[in-house]
Each structure stands twice: as C-alpha cells, then as structure tokens.
C-alpha cells in the first residue's frame, strides 16, 4: 500500500508541477517598438521604463514574468483570448477599449502632439488639418482613433510603426505626424534637421495596464503595487534612469513632465 501511495503521489507532482509552474509566470503583452519606454537592449533582450515596471510588478505579486512581444494593435486581443495576462505597453486608457478591457488605475500622464516637417508652417493640430495635408498615425493608437474622429480635410495616413511615420515626415511624404508626447521629443531630436517637435499636447491621456474583464483579483493587485510603488519613489527612479534628457527638455520647455 505504502508503494502505492508513493507511486501516485509522484505520479501527480509529475502531472501537476509543470502546470502550476506555468501558472505562476506573469505573461506581460508588449509591442517592444515605442524606446525608451518598450524596446530591445543591445543583446536584444526587452529593456526599457515599461519592462522595469513590468518586473517590479511580478516581483511584487511573486511571479516570473515573461514579456510576449506583441504589435500594439494585437495586444487587446491577445488579452481577449487569454495569450497574455496583462498589457503594459504605453496604451491609453480610453473609453472605447475600456468597453473590451479593464484598465488600472492610470500611472504615467501624456498627450497627443505633433511631429512635423521642419519647412511647414504647422504650428497647431488645426493648421495640420486642411486640404492637401497628409498625418501620419500608427495604427491601433489613440492618435488614429484622433485622426479618425477629428480630422476632417486632411488625408491621414495609416501606418503600422512610429518609425514608418517619422520617416514619413523627414521625407515630407506627410506635414505632420501624430503621436505621444515621449516619442515625439525623441524623434526629434533624431531628425532635428527635418522635423519640428511641437509638445503642447492639442488632447491629454492617462496609460494605464490592461486587464481581461472581470479580472478583478489581479486588477486589485496591480492597483495595490502601483501606489506602493509610487508611494516608494519607483517611477521617479523610472524618470531618473530612463528619462533624465527628457526631463530636463520638458522642464525647459514648460511643459508639464509625464510621472
């Protein structure tokens, strides 16, 4: 009888461990294009502000975490069918996927402002919408659904990466080029011959983690960590590590910084 006990006891830790093991790993759905916040290291290993939150969060709920490099516009329903456990991926939390997603408590504050020629005379979102005028956006992004919704006259141009949408501009296929306030600084200051950055943001958002609906337990728990990170001075480290030139070129510019 003894043997038999042990011989089914070994029998259900071999089943069951590599199932509870995987059951413990954070799957964390991020589009590893949008530097400095998610991106690849020289080593091509994920680095960046949002994957250091991103550890800090699985080490706070005591879960390995994997980062599942995924394009922005897949992550909701990569989400939806239970491929990842959560996004942080820079994505705002808006009022259209707050209706297939529930977010956290919001933990970074941007906006939508412009990337544009150098040559144009674009000073604000209006002079950007008139006849004749192509916007970039990247697909799936607040700046499309903007797009969309607000521009009227202007052609907009759909493109599937920030990169496409710089180079866009920098070759004047398009006046302007929609975007977040962080990579808009930065693409920049990578084409400051051709481009102008203009950082008063025309709309304000909120990012925030995206959970599947009805998650309600982990929601809870990456709301707790977020104050409690916040509370310990994590995301001024974040700003410090990840940000600092960014920081300084915001100050400068009086305009309000994003942490």
């Known amino acids: 009888m003894n043997s038999l006990l042990r011989s089914l006891t070994l029998l259900l830790l071999t089943a069951f461990t590599p199932l509870q093991a995987a059951e413990k790993k954070l799957i964390v759905g991020m589009d590893l294009g949008y530097p ?7 080593k091509g ?5 949002s994957v250091d939150l991103a550890k800090a969060l699985g080490a706070h ?62 000073q604000s979102i209006t002079d950007a919408d008139r006849a004749g005028r192509s916007v970039a956006v990247v697909k799936g992004t607040t700046g499309h659904i903007y797009a969309t919704q607000q521009l009227k006259k202007a052609r907009v141009l759909v493109l599937d990466q920030p990169s496409s949408c ?15 306030q962080m ?60 940000l600092a030139e960014q920081k300084a070129e915001f100050k400068k510019l009086g305009v309000p910084f994003v942490f």
């Open 36 to 42: 400095p916040f998610e991106m690849r290291d020289e």
């Open 45 to 49: 290993a994920p680095a960046g502000v």
């Open 61 to 122: 709920l005591g879960r390995e975490v994997v980062i599942e490099n995924t394009p922005f516009a897949g992550l909701i329903p990569a989400l939806k069918t239970g491929r990842i456990d959560l996004i942080l991926s820079s994505m705002t939390a808006t009022p259209e996927r707050a209706q297939s997603i529930d977010f956290s408590e919001p933990y970074l504050k941007t906006g939508l402002c412009l990337l544009v020629g150098a040559k144009t005379d674009i």
């Open 166 to 180: 710089v180079l866009e501009v920098v070759q004047g296929k398009a006046e302007a080029f929609l975007f977040d």
């Open 183 to 242: 990579s808009t600084l930065q693409n920049w200051r990578k084409n400051a011959d051709a481009t102008r950055a203009l950082l008063a943001p025309f709309q304000t958002e909120a990012w925030a983690i995206g959970l599947k609906k009805g998650n309600d337990e982990l929601r809870a728990k990456v709301n707790a960590f977020l104050a409690d990170y916040r509370a310990k001075g994590g995301f001024d480290k974040l700003g410090d590590l990840w």
